[in-house]
């Protein structure tokens, strides 16, 4: 089957497979021109340290050459019985012994190989005095470069958003005129800039004007590339409220009576009254006739949309054996909010704009004092916010806004303005920035044509991935519906999901763990040995057979699986360039059974966000099980997903997720129950409407969370080649090391550590840029190999390498950068040039009919 465009128009078909793809492109990139990275690399510095360790190298073979020479007359005193003349043998025994501690072997000058070990160390004393002499002059070049980076007010102002404390304590300290002289602090404050310029310059990631967002299309004429820039990088930037910071606020207005009674209680999604049994987390109670059809009107009534005062009202109207108005309803909330019946606060779920919510329900308090004091300390907060956002590009101002609202914060809500302070990557503060990137990219028809047959059979492989994954879960769902099931008893959703979450959830997750490891055999199988090799070229005609062979799977696993995001890089120095044949593509990412499109992050940022949940909405007919998210699942609100379309079922699984209730087509896990069909399918069936839902698809979110970022087709070995299919790279050339096997990791000297770094490179053939992944970083990080400020920091990270557990994989992934700084084709108004990628969604055009809701 091949794909086809469909009659919306959203998708054109990608060549050489089962796949189409949106015509629309997410456009990931730098907001830091690439080539500022390049400043810091001290060529003349790297030459001097090559040339050291050669000298080094020689002096080291000379020392080996005179070792053997007086092991050799060691040897000949055996054979000739003088064994036991100490005149002779004790000066040998010496000049060894001096040797092994790395000086000359004394002053017997006859010999050649002593003449030979004493010119090489001499000229290696000379390549050192000469290494420290470029060194020195390039740490200054550097030193002050860094120093211009930390005045920039551009950086200043990236680093303002990423942590104020790093740059009041470093980056603020480095920017003087003058500045400190180069004592160990301040060597620390240009680590700094260097870790934060690295991920301003070349990396991908999307968050504030250092990393915005874009956008591009399919285009199915013109040229291969077309660029577009307007006169500004950014055509938007809006600063938003973290989650948290509005829960803190809410929490902090207090639950005494006076406000309490304004608010909506809530009916749990975990509890369920049937007939005069009450189900609940604690487990089931069979109720006294007599308070059945109170507990019962009341549980209904409290359905997030009727304030306190309403349920009194309409509960008194319902219930005539209610006659003690307001209080005894009140009494009777508050009993059954300490017993874990409802919610009762201002606990909401995660949302996108949660102020927007918060003033929402404070504006149903009928008090007006309480309601215009409640509304005057949002507007605090809401007006310092304001201020942050009009800061922009004055970073002098935002440090001061940023500042205002975080003691803003603190006097509303008594709480600490961050969490996981000191993080650099993601601090949990309360606002943070997205922003769109101005102008348009195309993409011509001659690139999706030479994208499309290598990137069908990743797409493939993934599909495999997604389907095996499903039909692992499947089997976990079976065992473990058996198990509960073993007593006879009937098995509620509350306890199946109680179980299987750290299953599913957990840190380990077998089903996925197996799928991937088979993923890998297979894909091992199809590319055949790599033998050593640097570089494997395959082509798809002689790959198709193989991977139609062993990735042969119906369908997705689930109907949302249809979605695989792949992240696509183009290696170019211009649109010339690719017009001209000149350019190489790379596979960075897949993204497997999920749109990661429609994330907060970019869906806030598309311009018309109602054309993003259309094309899911036909991408994906069926109605899919959409959570109400828990929020210990997000890190950050940015990451929440959006387009669910009226059609989808809203599933109920967290305290706060009781606002919806009342909302038409929601699953309160306490009204499913879990099931086997008659064909043994386990399934969970609504036991208010008795639609039934395969249980694959009521916890496919889950699924999706977990196997999103495991599309890991080659196995973690300690050497990987380049991989291409055609003209895609699918797998950058890449080593992994133990902490233990990495020479430079404890030393101090600036010189030496670079000279180490740069011998240990060389010795693995590596190139001048790569990507390190250390198991105790959150993210990779660039290393140019010509840059002692980048070199020092991967031997910080080796330094802090955590003691390896028995069996453990190696701590470190060391991954060729590809693109490379010079090759980069996504440039601004004034030529300046950024890496990028393009996050494209590819549909899943084979379909197997799944089980279907009922």
Known sequence: MTGTTDPAGHLLPLPGGDWNVWRLLGVRGAGFPAARVLRLAAPGAAAA?????????????????????????LDALRESGQWDDLDRRRPLLRAISRLNKGRLPGPDTDRPEYAALAEAERQAADELASARAAFDADIERL?????ETAADPLFQEAVIWQNRAAYTTGISRLARPGGDRRNSRRREHEALAAGYLQRYCVKNDSIGFFGPIGWGRFV????PLAVRPEKELLASREVYFEQWCLDSLAQSLGTGPSVRRWLAPRRLPSVRLDGSVLHRPAGPVTLPEAQVATLGTVLDLCDGRRTAVEVAAEAARLLPGLNGGEQQM???????????????????PLQPHPERALRRQLERIGDAELRESALARLDLLAQARAGVQGAAGKPAELERALEHLESTFTELTGKPPTRARGETYGARTLVYEDTRRAGTVELGAQL????????????????WLTHTVAAGYRDVFDRLHRELAAGGTEVRFTAFWQAVQPLLLGQVQRPIDAAVAELQRRWQEVLGPFGGARRITRTTAELRAAVAERFAAPDAGWPAARHQCPDVMLAAESPEAVERGEYQLVLGELHAGANTLRNLLFVDQHPQPDELTAAVAADIPEARVVPVLPKYWLYSTRFLPQLASGKDHRLLLSDESSWFTADERVLPVASLVVERTAEGAVVARDVDRGTVFDMVELLAEALSFKVVSRFQPMAPLAHTPRISIDRLVVSRETWRFHAAEL??????DELEQFTAVRRWARDHGMPRFVFVKAVHETKPFYVDFESPAFTKAFAHAVRAAPAPAPGARPAFAVSEMLPTAEHTWLADHQGNRFTSEFRIVAVDSQRREPPKCQ
């Open 143 to 147: 030193s002050e470069a860094l120093r």
């Open 330 to 348: 009140t009494g009777l909330l508050a009993s059954m909010c300490e017993s874990g019946l409802i919610a009762w606060d201002l606990e909401l």
């Open 49 to 73: 340290a090559d040339r050291l360790a050669l000298a080094r190298e020689r002096a080291a073979a000379r020392r080996e050459d005179a070792l053997a020479a007086l092991r050799a007359d």
């Open 448 to 463: 999706r044509a030479e994208l499309g047959p290598p990137l069908s059979l990743m797409l493939d492989s993934a599909r």
């Open 743 to 748: 020479p430079f990791g404890d030393t101090e």
């Open 220 to 223: 199915t004429d013109g040229a």
